[in-house]
């Protein structure tokens, strides 16, 4: 694991209320973070994630996830170093939307989940 997969993974996701994988396999892909119940994967991305030939692998890779009726949540690694709250209730924001929209929903990571907590800079693909 990457040091902001670390951050992630240990201040955040171990011991979120739902089941997050690490390094999930996915059909053809390594998924950085993988809930079942959400169908969501989270990705982490470095700085070369938005140039060239990359960004066309990671939109194939989303476009993929997504016919398999997973949802794709990215988050730049700086936006993690730099916000990792902001990033946290994105995360479960986004959790509590998808279990809703799946009939299950599970308790949040945070007891008042106003939307004003944190931002980061997301795309849900």
Same mark, same amino acid.
């Given at each position: %694991?990457? #040091?902001?997969? /670390?951050e992630l993974w240990y201040h955040f996701l171990k011991d979120y209320p739902i089941r997050f994988q690490r390094q999930k396999p996915i059909g053809e892909y390594i998924a950085d973070f993988y809930? =079942? !119940?959400? =169908?969501?994967?989270?990705?982490? @991305? +470095?700085?070369?994630?938005?140039? +060239?030939? *990359? %960004?066309? @692998?990671?939109?194939?890779?989303?476009?993929?996830?997504? *016919?398999? +009726?997973?949802?794709?949540? /990215? #988050? /730049?690694?700086?936006?993690?170093?730099?916000?990792?709250?902001?990033?946290?209730?994105?995360?479960? /924001?986004?959790? *509590? &939307?998808?279990?809703?929209?799946?009939?299950?929903?599970?308790?949040?990571?945070?007891? @008042?989940?106003?939307? @004003? !907590?944190? &931002? &980061? &800079?997301?795309?849900?693909?």
């Open positions: %694991m990457t #040091f902001t997969e /670390r809930c =079942a !119940k959400a =169908a969501l994967v989270i990705e982490l @991305d +470095g700085d070369y994630h938005g140039i +060239g030939q *990359q %960004m066309e @692998d990671d939109a194939q890779r989303t476009l993929a996830l997504q *016919q398999m +009726g997973i949802c794709v949540l /990215r #988050f /730049r690694n700086k936006d993690v170093v730099k916000n990792l709250e902001g990033v946290a209730y994105e995360i479960d /924001r986004v959790v *509590q &939307s998808r279990c809703a929209e799946r009939g299950t929903t599970p308790q949040s990571a945070f007891a @008042d989940s106003s939307p @004003d !907590k944190g &931002s &980061s &800079s997301t795309t849900a693909r």
